[in-house]
């Protein structure tokens, strides 16, 4: 383990981080991470991914996709930001979640609306294929089962004729 000095920046992005002020380290480590002449360039990098994907999985579990997304495209922007890939994988994740609401309020806004049966039959048909990527099988299920019994005769047709559609694709020359 290594001494921390309160004077340097990098220890105080630490202790902010210990303390759970995710914001104040990130930031702090991110300014750290971009300065090209920074002694502690490297540690930073990787100290920012590290308090980012904690703040973005945080920000994913209270319901606050776009503020996880905006948290992870600002860390993204730091060239020097250790794995990457990992934090465009929660980003991908923040879409997703961010894909679901935008799916339920289309269904929503049909059901209130009056909306045409194609545009309410897709809509549910994307939430129902989404929601299983993020483990939740069971609202899938619910969305397919309101579509099916909906009293609008047309869209639970167009869900009955969605529910049962192919939509892995095709792969030549795998046997797939």
């Known amino acids: 383990m290594t001494a ?20 104040a380290a990130a930031s702090i480590f991110a300014e750290l991470a971009s300065d090209e002449g920074a002694p502690e360039r ?11 994907e904690r703040l973005a999985e945080r920000l994913l579990g209270e319901g606050e996709p776009e503020q996880a997304a905006d948290v992870l495209l ?4 730091v060239a020097a930001v250790s794995d990457p890939a990992r934090l465009r994988v929660l980003l991908g994740i923040a879409h997703l979640e961010m894909a679901c609401a935008e799916f339920t309020a289309a269904v929503e806004d049909g059901r209130r609306e009056g909306g045409d049966a ?19 099988d069971a609202d899938a ?8 019994d909906h009293p609008d005769a ?3 047709e167009q869900v009955r004729l969605r529910i049962g559609r192919e939509v892995r694709p095709a792969m030549e020359g795998t046997g797939a």
């Open 4 to 23: 921390i000095d309160p004077g340097r920046r990098i220890d105080q992005a630490r202790r902010f981080a210990e303390t759970g002020d995710l914001d």
């Open 42 to 52: 490297a540690e930073a990098a990787e100290g920012l991914s590290i308090v980012v």
């Open 74 to 77: 600002e860390a993204l922007s």
């Open 118 to 136: 194609e545009t309410g039959a897709l809509a549910i048909e994307l939430l129902a294929r989404t929601l299983p990527l993020r483990g939740r």
């Open 141 to 148: 299920e619910t969305v397919w089962r309101y579509g099916l």
């Open 154 to 156: 047309a869209l639970a």
